[in-house]
């Protein structure tokens, strides 16, 4: 049985990605930490304003509790929904653990930023705001960050699986979402 963890930064599409991949592997499970984290803290589903109200150490302690019995439980292909680092603190906050020694690879999603910021800003438009986007700031502004935090989270989820002795798989998901699709389809039948 494989377990991967699925990440990257948010807006990249981990969520569609993983949808998609579960439906050309029909035996996959899949597991949110975001989904998982509001049905421990008793937060309603989507609702991530009061989810960010929770003190994110207990939220790392807990996505850490919740990832290890999710893995630990599995019994078919596992894909995990689930952020290797939190960009909430000035210093980029380390969301793994053991569990992710149980890991059969870490996929890191990336893409480039401009279709982040136009992936978050068709979010914005269905009223799911990222708090962290200044909302004042330009397009340009937004590119930047979103560049910073993904060249921060390659080199930790590198160092992570080198630690862990977990292989990376690094998945381009930008205009032609369907390669994304199939890459991470194709690792979760190995």
């Given at each position: 049985m494989?377990?991967?963890?699925?990440?990257?930064v948010n807006g990249v599409g981990k969520s569609t990605v993983i949808r998609q991949a579960l439906h050309a592997v029909p035996a996959g499970r899949h597991f949110s930490a975001s989904s998982a984290l509001m049905a421990h803290f008793r937060v309603a589903p989507q609702d991530y304003t009061a989810l960010d109200a929770v003190p994110l150490e207990d939220r790392v302690a807990a996505s850490k509790a919740l990832l290890a019995e999710a893995i630990a439980a599995a019994t078919a292909p596992?894909?995990?929904?689930a952020h290797l680092l939190s960009f909430e603190e000035d210093v980029p906050r380390d969301c793994g653990g053991s569990w992710v020694a149980a890991l059969d690879g870490i996929v890191l999603l990336t893409a480039p930023a401009r279709d982040i910021v136009a992936r978050l800003a068709a979010d914005a438009a269905r009223g799911r705001i990222r708090r962290w986007l200044d909302p004042s700031a330009d397009g340009s502004e937004h590119v930047a960050v979103i560049e910073r935090r993904q060249n921060i989270l390659a080199r930790h989820v590198r160092r992570t699986g080198s630690a862990w002795s977990v292989p990376v798989h690094c998945v381009a998901n930008s205009k032609e979402p369907a390669i994304a699709t199939a890459a991470v389809a194709d690792l979760l039948r190995i």
């Amino acid at each position: 049985m494989t377990c991967l963890l699925v990440t990257g930064v948010n807006g990249v599409g981990k969520s569609t990605v993983i949808r998609q991949a579960l439906h050309a592997v029909p035996a996959g499970r899949h597991f949110s930490a975001s989904s998982a984290l509001m049905a421990h803290f008793r937060v309603a589903p989507q609702d991530y304003t009061a989810l960010d109200a929770v003190p994110l150490e207990d939220r790392v302690a807990a996505s850490k509790a919740l990832l290890a019995e999710a893995i630990a439980a599995a019994t078919a292909p596992l894909l995990l929904d689930a952020h290797l680092l939190s960009f909430e603190e000035d210093v980029p906050r380390d969301c793994g653990g053991s569990w992710v020694a149980a890991l059969d690879g870490i996929v890191l999603l990336t893409a480039p930023a401009r279709d982040i910021v136009a992936r978050l800003a068709a979010d914005a438009a269905r009223g799911r705001i990222r708090r962290w986007l200044d909302p004042s700031a330009d397009g340009s502004e937004h590119v930047a960050v979103i560049e910073r935090r993904q060249n921060i989270l390659a080199r930790h989820v590198r160092r992570t699986g080198s630690a862990w002795s977990v292989p990376v798989h690094c998945v381009a998901n930008s205009k032609e979402p369907a390669i994304a699709t199939a890459a991470v389809a194709d690792l979760l039948r190995i």
